[in-house]
């Protein structure tokens, strides 16, 4: 029986630290509540010094295989996307829980093939979707939770990053698949399933290395809400935006990417949680109503709740914060908008 079933801590290990797993993965399961840290895997000596450096006395493996014998819980796959299937299965094979970056699998039929095997072995299987627990995302959600938008009719998303050195090339890498799987699945969890889709992209490279680099992507929702989300790496401009329009109002967002910010910067949620992952309040959104137009305070960041929540439901204490059955249709939705973006047509995926 593990800790985890025991109601003690949960203990994770995180296999992969590139910039996934030293910035958005171990800072925050340190933070978590209910979570333990015993262990991560990574075969470069130099990633492996920086882990002592990071978090001194970290245990280091140099497989997933060595990181289980030792003693988990669960794991974080946080390793370049190709290789996350084989290491998924193998972690499930094992019988332990698993935490998937996104995309967790290249197409919808393999993330399926994922959510059977884990579903066959009686195992959790979350994706790491934590933009959902962005500032400005749970600040929105917040407006809308209130009715103060009334009904919501249309929202714009757009996430621009001077950062072209990070564009991942070739056929499994692109922009869409990386930050459009954040900005896709934000949508969806705000307002619901897809019924259409269209979509543009921007394309760098030739042959193999042909990569969309920019992406506009329309969702028409099933509860009548119209998402568009936009996204590039290489035009050296920056900006984080939200627009969302409704029958009493609207509301404004002109954010910094708060928590990512900090954690480059060297900050640590685990240092100060209580402050941890609020939006400047020069950058606060605003609201606009026939009241007028007010800021809104920003309601807290957080991707440690995300850990706190998977460990919860190891612990048969809740549910799990992104369940991979539900992340497939984030999947259709970033596969349909390649094949509309190839096409120039707008196509319809079944209810």
């Not at 954690?263 to 941890?276: H, K, L, Q, T, Y």
Request: aromatic fraction near 8%; charged fraction near 25%.
């Amino acid at each position: 029986m593990s800790s985890g079933d025991r109601g003690g801590a949960v203990r994770i290990g995180v296999v992969g630290y590139g910039v996934g797993g030293q910035y958005f993965h171990v800072p925050f399961v340190q933070a978590a509540e209910g979570v333990e840290l015993v262990g991560i895997v990574t075969r470069s000596p130099e990633r492996a010094a920086q882990v002592q450096s990071d978090v001194p006395g970290t245990p280091v493996f140099q497989s997933l295989g060595e990181l289980i014998d030792a003693g988990v819980d669960a794991v974080t796959i946080t390793t370049p996307p190709e290789t996350r299937r084989e290491l998924v299965l193998e972690a499930l094979s094992r019988g332990v829980h698993v935490v998937a970056d996104k995309p967790f699998a290249p197409d919808p039929q393999g993330g399926l093939d994922l959510v059977e095997a884990a579903d066959k072995a009686g195992l959790l299987l979350s994706v790491f979707q934590n933009r959902r627990w962005d500032a400005d995302i749970r600040t929105l959600r917040a407006v809308i939770d209130r009715g103060e938008l009334g009904r919501v009719w249309r929202i714009e998303s757009r996430f621009d990053l001077d950062e072209p050195s990070t564009l991942e090339l070739g056929p499994t890498g692109g922009l869409l698949r990386d930050l459009g799987s954040h900005l896709v699945d934000q949508v969806l969890w705000l307002f619901g399933r897809a019924t259409s889709v269209y979509a543009r992209m921007d394309w760098v490279g030739d042959g193999d290395q042909r990569t969309d680099s920019a992406f506009v992507v329309d969702i028409d929702h099933a509860s009548g809400v119209h998402s568009t989300v936009s996204a590039t790496k290489i035009n050296r401009f920056q900006a984080r935006q939200l627009r969302v329009y409704g029958t009493d109002g609207s509301f404004y967002s002109d954010g910094t990417d708060v928590q990512a910010q900090s954690i480059f910067a060297g900050r640590r949620p685990v240092d100060d949680p209580e402050s941890w992952g609020y939006e400047l309040e020069d950058r606060w959104g605003t609201l606009y109503t026939d009241a007028g137009a007010r800021k809104v305070p920003s309601e807290q960041g957080s991707y440690q709740d995300y850990y706190s929540a998977f460990a919860a439901a190891v612990r048969c204490e809740g549910p799990q914060p992104v369940p991979a059955a539900e992340a497939i249709h984030t999947l259709e939705v970033l596969d349909v908008a390649r094949r509309a973006a190839y096409t120039g047509q707008v196509i319809e995926l079944p209810s």
